[in-house]
């Protein structure tokens, strides 16, 4: 802490200014130490021990990615022998697990299928449930807070418990086709979405709305013109997580689709296993090689949002 000197003019009787005097101000000035404020380089011993469980613990995630992709290069004499040991000479077999497995299962076309479910299921959950949640959070009645715990209590039912159920549901609502699983997907995905953007909106100051009221929006306008772009990081972490869920999802479509003529990627992989037990397991690791690669770029270029996005529906209003 620092004192503050001024100066302060001296005036005598007929109002004139005379000599400047100084005085010491009371008002105290706190100045940071540079230690305090520099950022931290050099690890201490006390952390050690935890960058050693997180290093242990990352290399047991990857462990299981690296040892699929090292064994869908292998023929499947080498790859049954010695599923651990690294390709060579004799057991690389280069992309012809890759083009075999792609030809059996009809890779492009489940590709293609599995691509219109994610996309058109991941676009209609992030627009309906950022309007119910904004419907939630601006409509201060009973039946918007019924609502609300009813999307809340949706995500502790088990979907073991619903799925018979469901599939005849779905049954009788012709829901049993590419379109009809966006919407099944829609009602299974709206209970953390609605969740994460509700706690996003309290935050969003009332006044932005009313401001563009006042200039001519109606409801509708005002959401998808002022509201929805707010809600970018949120809508970004829903829409991640959404897409991981249905790309790699097999039983939902598995008891909805008709498997004879529509697969997804999931569906199409588990028919490689044949009959009385057989596994075609150097076709079946190159195809989830290609099946995990696409969900992981995305989740790569949007990965910055995800803690962004659950942090300002967890803390706001």
Partial sequence: MAEIQTQVPVVDENGTKGQFTPRRDTKK?????????????????KDIPFFILLIALACLFIA????????????????SNAPFAFPNS???????????????????????????????SVALIIVCTSMCAWFIVRVKKWYSQLLYLLCAFSMIVPFQMVMYPMTQVASNFKL????????????????????????????????????????????????????????KPTAITVAILNA?????????????????????????????????????????????????????????????????GIVAGAVKG
């Fill in 29 to 45: 000035v706190i100045i940071a130490d540079e230690k305090d404020t520099a950022p931290k380089t050099k690890m201490e011993s």
């Fill in 64 to 79: 299981p990615i690296l040892l699929v992709l090292m064994n869908s290069f292998k023929g499947k004499l080498f790859l």
């Fill in 90 to 120: 004799e057991s690389f077999v280069g992309f012809d697990n890759y083009t075999e497995g792609a030809g059996k299962i009809g890779f492009f076309s489940a590709f293609l299928t599995s691509l219109f479910i994610t996309v058109f």
């Fill in 176 to 231: 049993n086709n590419m379109v009809g699983i966006v919407f099944v997907y829609l009602g299974f995905g709206a209970g953390l979405a609605v969740f994460m953007f509700v706690g996003f909106i309290k935050g969003v100051p009332l006044e932005i709305e009313e401001a563009a009221m006042i200039d001519g929006c109606g409801p509708v306008r005002t959401f998808f013109l002022v509201v929805f772009p707010i809600l």
């Fill in 244 to 308: 991981m869920w249905i790309w790699n999802d097999y039983l939902l479509p598995y008891l909805l689709l008709n498997t004879s003529e529509t697969r997804t990627l999931p569906m199409a992989i588990q028919y490689l296993r044949g009959g009385y037990g057989s596994i075609d397991m150097a076709n079946m690791m190159a195809m989830i090689v290609l099946s995990i690669i696409p969900i992981v770029i995305f989740y790569l270029v949007c990965q910055k949002y995800i803690i962004k």
